[in-house]
């Protein structure tokens, strides 16, 4: 497929999030029995239970980190917080490290832990949740979190802890339940 139709690129996920990078795992998120596919809609209301993420692979020395954000909080046309860590019940965490690839994320160690406010919710437009996963060079990667959620940067994380490009990543567009706004510009 080539660079210029790849979903994540016409999604706008490489470049407000994430540089180009070659997929090289399968990842799998599926909220109850409905499997996240790039840029597909989910209402809060689909997204309040957690999802289950399958990670391709059969080698349980292989270790890995997911996180999740919303690159357009708080608004897509005013995104100042820009990209906003955030999770949905899974594993009552938004950073997930040390997740052997065969045993899969519920083995993960939670880095941060799940937010009150609940399952995402924009407030206003159409917003991007990405799930992006990297291969860690080592288990035990002592991972920190962060000290605000708002402003996590994916890129940034990835060089502090050395995890290079992502493996694979998934998003959707998530908007609140009565929006009737129009799509992101």
Not at 84 to 103: E, G
Not at 119 to 129: A, C, E, L, M, V
Request: net charge positive.
């Amino acid at each position: 497929m080539s660079r210029g139709r790849d979903t994540l690129v016409l999604g706008r996920v490489i470049g407000d999030v994430l540089d180009p990078f070659t997929k090289s795992i399968d990842l799998r998120v599926v909220y109850s029995s409905r499997q996240v596919i790039n840029g597909c809609d989910f209402r809060p209301s689909q997204v309040i239970h957690q999802p289950r993420i399958d990670i391709g692979g059969a080698d349980n020395c292989t270790f890995y980190t997911l996180v999740m954000v919303d690159p357009d909080a708080p608004t897509p046309t005013n995104p100042n917080m820009r990209e906003y860590l955030h999770w949905s019940h899974l594993f009552v965490s938004t950073l997930l490290t040390d997740i052997p690839a065969a045993i899969g994320v519920s083995f993960g160690n939670e880095v941060v832990s799940y937010e009150s406010r609940g399952s995402p919710r924009p407030t206003i437009g159409i917003h991007r949740f990405v799930f992006v996963l990297f291969l860690q060079l080592r288990r035990e990667n002592n991972v920190y979190a962060p000290q605000s959620r708002q402003n996590f940067n994916t890129r940034d994380f990835a060089e502090l802890y050395d995890l290079g490009l992502p493996v694979a990543a998934v998003y959707f567009n998530g908007q609140r339940k009565n929006d009737t706004g129009g799509r992101r510009l």
